[in-house]
């Protein structure tokens, strides 16, 4: 009986090993507050924020990105290519080499605040414990155009706490998300568990019915 037992357990865990993989993790999240200005996109000869990146973090398991949604807030109506790029490495400004994840039409955004989702151009591997930076930019919107990313001012929300935003503010630098007038960058970001774990687990209880079901016979 007790075989028979641990048997199944391992069959019912490997079976819902790829449900558990479709399960997607949200590792920062404050569009749940209101946003209350916004930085330009754009470097309007100094005068502008651009490039603007926020910064997000993983835990101690590697991840597949699933999705980022940004708010951006159009004052013109003007139209041009955002560019989304994601960093890996930087501790308070984006380091190392910027890979495209994905782009956002400026004349597709509604005037005022408007969420908008990036569809991911290619399968993007998030690494454990490491601290990674969404970066927005533009070089063909117009020098009048003041699409912004949205900010709000209370830095809550799911990962939020203990991350950055950076700007191109004259003379440049950043801003922690801990600060009491902090300014985070409105953004979600969601990943799921990478299936290279979940197939170990699979794995791995293969193992444990084929090691009890021959204790059991030998029994």
Do not use: H
Not at 40 to 60: Q, Y
Not at 113 to 119: G, P
Request: aromatic content about 6%; overall charge negative.
């Amino acid at each position: 009986m007790r075989c028979k037992f641990i048997a199944w357990a391992a069959v019912a865990l490997i079976g819902a090993a790829p449900f558990a993989g479709a399960r997607a993790d949200v590792l920062f999240d404050n569009t749940a507050q209101a946003p209350m200005g916004s930085d330009p996109i754009l470097d309007l000869g100094g005068g502008g924020a651009g490039p603007v990146a926020a910064s997000f973090s993983t835990g101690a398991q590697g991840m597949d990105l699933s999705s980022i949604s940004v708010v951006l807030q159009e004052v013109g109506g003007d139209s041009g290519t955002i560019n989304v790029e994601l960093f890996a490495g930087g501790i308070t400004a984006p380091g190392g080499i910027g890979v495209s994840i994905g782009s956002i039409d400026a004349g597709s955004l509604a005037t005022g605040f408007d969420s908008v989702s990036i569809a991911l151009t290619s399968s993007v591997v998030l690494a454990s414990n490491q601290r990674y930076w969404v970066e927005l930019s533009s070089s063909d919107l117009s020098a009048s155009d003041l699409t912004g990313w949205a900010y709000d001012g209370n830095s809550l929300g799911t990962g939020v706490p203990g991350e950055y935003t950076w700007n191109n503010y004259s003379p440049g630098g950043t801003s922690s998300l801990n600060e009491a007038a902090g300014s985070a960058y409105v953004m979600q970001v969601q990943a799921v568990p990478e299936p290279a774990s979940l197939e170990l687990l699979a794995l791995g209880m293969i193992g444990l019915v084929v090691i009890r079901k021959r204790a059991c016979v030998q029994a």
